[in-house]
């Protein structure tokens, strides 16, 4: 597939410059520019998230396409860059990798193949006949589909279970049936709800009921900067842990909870596997889709099928952008384009066509309107006693409007400041009341996850009045001063998409500038952030 060329940090440039002169001659070799190529393009990928390369794929951006892929293998094949044990380099099942990440890969992947195949103490006391019956009775009474019953009898037999699913396919609640099974099935188990973010973990939360304690996976495994609290001789106390937006998790944090989580422990991971891949490296819920891996979990796969929920046209156009994730063509709208040029007067998704030279004018609109509502409910908000913050967070989640990229005429800097001016730059004391802001690192100590989007509540001259209020798995809103976040927090009226996965709104306002390929994965993140409507911008010209 073509891949939309996201932005790249300013710090990839200098630091592939620096490996391609540096690793040969740390390995005793000299420069060769096929591999000056390899590891400018593996630099990007892991700039990306991507630990390697496809060498029976297109070759990617920082590679010239005339000898691709049979040149370039032939000179790994010839380097102590690829040779083992001590090359930086691994070619493995066709893909070139950084052997770093190769092996915290495998590492992981070993972990949940040993996981999977291992019998718990409760499989081996209980007659399987007994825990059929069990799951049947309890999907006749939750009124399950088969698949959701299968995900319940797996969860009632096994130690690892996959459950995998586009959005409104039922995935939260039949997690929350697997967690009434195991309470039935254990009475006094130690259940764990856990997420990748904040908003993600709160939204857990409630859709289960608020019966279980539900965190996100940093703060559960106490996280300390550069490493964490919970580990092998210090783990969790956990019987079950069930996982959401697993699409979200990367290799190290995967890694890191393995370690942490004791070894007859359940864990059940549920996520969508057509989303964004995490932005850190590894993406691990694409790694479970290679058929190798899936064999290794056995029965305990399982994938929701039957749509519940986001019906209509935003469903079709999931379905669509489902179907071609792998398909080789540079148009993001290309397959999707029949669709969007049928739909229907009152269809829940909406298509327009703006210039791209400037922020759409309909979307000015509506973050200005969100804007107004959400600074009426701040002035009413008490951070002494908390009222009015339910309210206050509840508006917020009624619109995302998402782009994929920071810069340019459609980026996050061109909208905030359609809306803000040149408030959108300056410090937080002067940005207005009511405006949704981001958190942009993981701050422990105030219990906040990176991605966590709260509101900014007070205004006037005295800067002690201003607080941020964000919304918490625990149900009581978190409240900060912005100094508190010196330098991690930013405006929100607008994100990008990979920030707002885990999130949902009423209303999601997409804009897709024109870029050179298209990445479908980001636009089905990006529309399956809406529960009831979708509007979908494209560029005039990117519309021919």
């Known amino acids: 597939m073509a891949e939309l060329r996201h932005e790249l940090p300013a710090w990839v440039g200098p630091v592939a410059g620096a490996l391609t002169e540096a690793l040969p001659r740390l390995h005793g070799t000299g420069g060769d520019p096929r591999l000056a190529e390899l590891i400018t393009a593996l630099t990007h990928a892991l700039a990306a998230g991507e630990t390697d390369l496809d060498l029976a794929g297109p070759p990617p951006a920082a590679v010239e396409a005339a000898g691709w892929p049979g040149e370039h293998l032939r000179t790994l094949h ?45 499989e081996l ?15 006749r009474e939750k009124g399950l589909d088969r698949h959701q019953s299968l995900a319940v009898r797996a969860a009632l037999e096994r130690p690892l279970v996959l459950l995998e699913g586009g959005p409104g396919t039922g995935k939260t609640s039949t997690v929350a049936a697997i967690l009434a099974a195991l309470e039935q099935q254990r009475p006094g188990i130690r259940l764990q709800l856990a997420a990748p973010t904040g908003k993600a973990a709160a939204r857990l939360q409630v859709a289960t009921g608020g019966h ?21 001789h210090h783990p969790l106390a956990v019987d079950a842990l069930v996982v959401d937006e697993v699409s979200m998790v990367d290799l190290e944090l995967m890694g890191a909870l393995l370690e942490a989580l004791p070894a007859d422990a359940q864990l059940v991971l549920v996520g969508d596997p057509a989303q964004l891949p995490p932005v850190a490296p590894g993406a691990l819920l694409l790694e479970l889709q290679r058929p190798a891996v899936r064999r290794t979990l056995g029965d305990g796969v399982v994938t929701l099928t039957r749509v519940y929920r986001n019906a209509g046209a935003i469903a079709a156009a999931a379905e ?24 229907p007067a009152g269809a829940n998704l909406e298509w327009r066509q703006a210039s791209p030279l400037a922020v759409p004018e309909i979307v000015q609109r509506r973050m200005r309107r969100q804007l107004d509502a959400l600074a009426s409910l701040a002035a009413d908000c008490d951070p002494a006693t908390g009222a009015g913050a339910e309210a206050l967070l509840a508006e917020r989640e009624r619109l995302l409007v998402l782009s ?55 205004q006037g001259a005295d800067p002690q009045r201003r607080r941020l209020v964000f919304a918490s798995p625990t149900g009581a809103p978190i ?27 009423e209303e999601v306002v997409v804009l897709l500038p024109q870029r050179e390929g298209g990445d479908r994965r980001l636009l089905y993140t990006a529309l399956t952030r809406a529960r009831e409507r979708a509007l979908l911008l494209t560029p005039t010209l990117l519309a021919r």
């Open 125 to 139: 006391a209980v007659d399987p006949q007994m825990l059929r019956r069990r799951a049947a009775a309890l999907a």
């Open 212 to 232: 279980f304690p539900c965190s996100t996976l940093h703060r559960l495994l106490e996280s300390r900067g550069d490493r964490f609290g919970r580990d092998r």
């Open 320 to 343: 669509v952008l489902r179907r071609s994730l792998t398909a080789d063509d540079a148009d993001p709208l290309a397959g999707l384009r029949p669709l969007l040029e049928t739909l």
């Open 479 to 505: 409240w900060a001063h912005p100094a508190q976040l010196a330098g991690a927090v930013q405006p929100a009226l607008a994100l990008t998409v990979h920030k707002a996965q885990g999130s949902e709104a």
């Open 404 to 458: 994929p990229v920071r810069h340019g005429r459609w980026g996050l800097e061109a909208l905030h400041r359609s809306v803000l001016g040149e408030v959108a730059v300056a410090s937080p004391l002067a940005w207005p009341e009511g405006l949704p802001v981001l958190c942009t690192r993981n701050l422990g100590e105030l219990g906040l996850a990176n991605g966590d989007v709260g509101v900014l509540v007070g």
């Open 78 to 122: 010839g380097s102590p860059l690829a040779r083992d044990p001590d090359g930086p380099l691994v070619l493995h099942d066709g893909r070139l990798c950084w052997r770093r990440w190769h092996e915290r890969r495998e590492q992981v992947l070993e972990a949940l193949r040993q996981r999977a195949a291992c019998r718990s103490a409760v």
